[in-house]
């Protein structure tokens, strides 16, 4: 994963949970680098080592803090120089996730070394006839179904659209078909 991922997290720690806890995961994960360099490309089991001992650190189950990571990294994302990026998504919910495998083209652009997941998008309604989107999601790394659920739930919020999202499917956590609805304002 690139550098910018490890960074990332190590904001959310820091703002969420502070230095003391940061300093504890990376020692805990076995993490000598005192930075990472965002451009750079690093071994994705060194990120999954951090994501394992924060949530032993923090004592949440590595689901529910690759949840909380994901929302934050949307708010860390636009902050890190990614809001010129996001804005070319769409100004709304529904068209940036329609626009996820484009954002990720041009992002590869820039990130030669990029794997990105895939996403198919379906609009669609639930069973209440209310409207909803379903999100098809592959990747080439394993166990990062949560995060994506994360990510969904700060699109929300970024676009000031709250959202329930559920799991219906997931393979070898590869693979996820997502159900992303709108939540009313009264929820």
């Known amino acids: 994963m690139f550098g910018l991922i490890?960074?990332?997290?190590?904001?959310?720690?820091?703002?969420?949970?502070?230095a003391e806890s940061w300093n504890a995961i990376r020692h805990a994960a076995?993490?000598?680098?005192?930075t990472f360099i965002s451009m750079d490309v690093y071994?994705?089991?060194?990120?999954?080592r951090l994501f394992e001992a924060a949530a032993q650190h923090l004592a949440y189950s590595r689901d529910d803090l690759l949840e909380r990571f994901g929302e934050s990294w949307v708010d860390v994302g636009a902050s890190a120089g990614f809001g010129p990026v996001m804005r070319l998504g769409g100004s709304n919910l529904t068209d940036f996730i329609l626009n996820l495998d484009n954002l990720h083209t041009r992002l590869g652009l820039t990130f030669s070394a990029l794997r990105p997941p895939s996403?198919?998008?379906?609009l669609t309604s639930s069973a209440d006839h209310s409207p909803c989107i379903?999100?098809?999601?592959?990747?080439?790394r394993q166990g990062l179904t949560s995060f994506v659920v994360g990510v969904l739930r700060?699109?929300?919020?970024?676009?000031?659209?709250?959202?329930d999202v559920r799991i219906e499917q997931a393979t070898q956590g590869r693979q996820?078909?997502?159900?992303?609805?709108?939540?009313?304002?009264?929820?």
């Open 134 to 140: 379903r999100l098809h999601y592959r990747s080439d």
């Open 43 to 48: 071994d994705d089991e060194m990120s999954f």
């Open 6 to 18: 490890n960074r990332a997290f190590e904001r959310f720690i820091l703002r969420d949970y502070g």
């Open 154 to 163: 700060g699109l929300g919020k970024h676009f000031n659209e709250p959202v």
């Open 30 to 34: 076995n993490i000598e680098a005192s």
């Open 119 to 122: 996403f198919r998008v379906e």
């Open 176 to 187: 996820a078909s997502f159900l992303v609805q709108p939540l009313s304002r009264h929820e």
